[in-house]
Nanobody, 125 residues
């Protein structure tokens, strides 16, 4: 019911910046949270940012706090992830996701209903 399409991935040198975008379409009115997740080879999918769609409050894990910023533009129905001071450890496939969860910040991927196809981010050292 909700379609998500990520863009903006690519390769960047360590210390550089990258901005990811997620375009949402369909029945987006039911979404309470939008999140960005990443998954590196051999690792579990992990949350990197969450935003409450009906406000501006956000969540970040310690691994990206202070470096990543999630934002939304409800007029354009998009959510973005600004990534600064990138590290090789940030290399992963990044996914945009939507959640109808009614509790606090959902950090578990299982709490998200819809997912994008992913966009690759590679940080070179």
């Amino acid at each position: 019911q909700v379609q998500l399409v990520e863009s903006g991935g690519g390769s960047v040198q360590a210390g550089g910046s990258l901005r990811l975008s997620c375009a949402a379409s369909g029945y987006t009115y039911s979404n309470n949270y939008m999140g960005w997740f990443r998954q590196a080879p051999g690792k579990e999918r992990e949350v990197v940012a969450v935003i409450y769609t009906r406000g501006t409050s956000t969540y970040y894990p310690d691994s990206v706090k202070g470096r990543f910023t999630i934002s939304q533009d409800n007029t354009k129905n998009t959510v973005s992830l600004q990534m600064n001071s990138l590290k090789p450890e940030d290399t992963a496939m990044y996914y945009c996701a939507a959640s109808q969860y009614k509790g606090g910040y959902p950090t578990n991927p299982r709490l998200y209903n819809d997912w994008g196809q992913g966009t690759q981010v590679t940080v070179l050292s």
